[in-house]
């Protein structure tokens, strides 16, 4: 089992709404991230998470609020998103974080806020 | 100036054809480095990892120079289905992966 799965695969949400966006692996690996990629730009890191506990956060905003409730799954709390977070959403894991470690990413989640 | 740079693209180029990506780095301490692609509304796919030794699978060959920081990516006798965007990720040691702007080629018939 090499994949990553990310659920939904499509989302739209109001302003106003909270929603989840949730990412499963099983292939053992203890680093997962969240991804944000707008059309036509490469995937911006927003969170790193290693051995369940958060390592990285890149200056996200609050409204975006990740957790990671055990090894193989993470999820990604939204609300009170603006228009402007609408995006791809990817999820990927490595084995561990760090030097040589290659990152597998799920389909994604394709985000719109109205 | 950007982390990782990336030749513009896009590269346009018929069957058969061979064609060089490059990409430099800014960070001296950066330690690994990987070729993904990525096709249209899909998620990215590692395609290589870059060693200093230079790697090959197939039609593709990646070289890293530690000493220019850039690495390089070939792809010989191009296919229809090569036509993607091409991400060059370096990472440093805190599991930080740095993405290029990508390069897209697309091969013709």
């Known amino acids: 089992d090499t994949e990553v799965t990310q659920t939904p695969k499509h989302l739209v949400m109001g302003m106003t709404n909270k929603k989840s966006l949730k990412c499963e692996q099983h292939m053992g690996h203890r680093a997962m991230y969240w991804y944000k990629q707008k059309a036509k730009k490469p995937p911006e890191l927003m969170f790193v998470?290693?051995?369940?506990?958060?390592?990285i956060n890149e200056s996200v905003p609050s409204r975006f609020s990740p957790e990671c409730p055990n090894s193989s799954l993470l999820n990604l709390h939204l609300h009170a998103l603006q228009p402007e977070d609408s995006a791809l959403y990817l999820c990927a894991s490595s084995f561990l974080t760090g030097a040589n470690t290659e990152a597998f990413f799920g389909q994604g989640t394709r985000l719109t806020v109205v | 100036r950007k982390e990782v740079e990336q030749d513009p693209g896009p590269f346009n180029v018929p069957e058969g054809a061979t064609v060089a990506f490059n990409c430099t780095y800014s960070n001296s301490a950066s330690q690994s480095f990987f070729w993904y692609r990525q096709d249209c509304r899909k998620e990215p796919k590692l395609l290589m990892s870059?060693?200093?030794s230079g790697n090959e699978d197939g039609r593709f060959t990646a070289q890293l120079n530690r000493a220019s920081q850039y690495i390089s990516l070939l792809i010989r006798d191009s296919k229809l289905s090569d036509s993607a965007t091409y991400l060059c990720?370096?990472?440093?040691?805190?599991?930080?992966?740095?993405f290029g702007d990508g390069t897209t080629l697309t091969v013709k018939p």
């Open positions: 990720v370096v990472n440093n040691n805190a599991g930080k992966s740095t």
């Open positions: 870059v060693y200093s």
């Open positions: 998470y290693s051995y369940e506990k958060l390592s």
